[in-house]
């Protein structure tokens, strides 16, 4: 089928400008590929990928992570480049700036799950054994798998973190 749209050499308004709205208009959107900032984390292994894609989803500079979360601008970089682990006092701060915790207990062990609550709660020994009523030593001694505690113990733990 041949549409005659008239002699070229004639004026637009000498042609038959009707035929083209016999035709429905059709918009083409192509979108454009998805370009992820550099040092983008596609992959979050570690607590510094987290915040590296936290803090660029949110657009904020290292300087601005360290303020919020109270530490230098370098130590951000650290984490963030896997050169260091965050001091387990800075791991509240982290989990309220990322909305989330990145690191999951996935064990039903009471001792596990002790270990998981020290860390979101950045606690350090004296002030888990402070909470617990327990000698922060023996914590350490249970926690780092040098000793087990008693049937009593496991027990008084799962009860203590059911509360949470």
Known sequence: MSIDVGDPRRSH?????????EYPKYTLILPLPLQMPKGYPLKLDTIGDHIRKKRIDLGLLQRDVAEIIGVSKQTVGYWELGVAEPEIRHIPKIIEFLGYTPFECKSNNPIERLKHFKLINGLSYERLGA???RDPEQLTDWLNGRHKPCKRNIEFFEKFLSAF
């Open 13 to 21: 308004k000498d042609r038959d400008v009707s035929i083209f709205f």
């Open 131 to 133: 909470l617990t009523g």
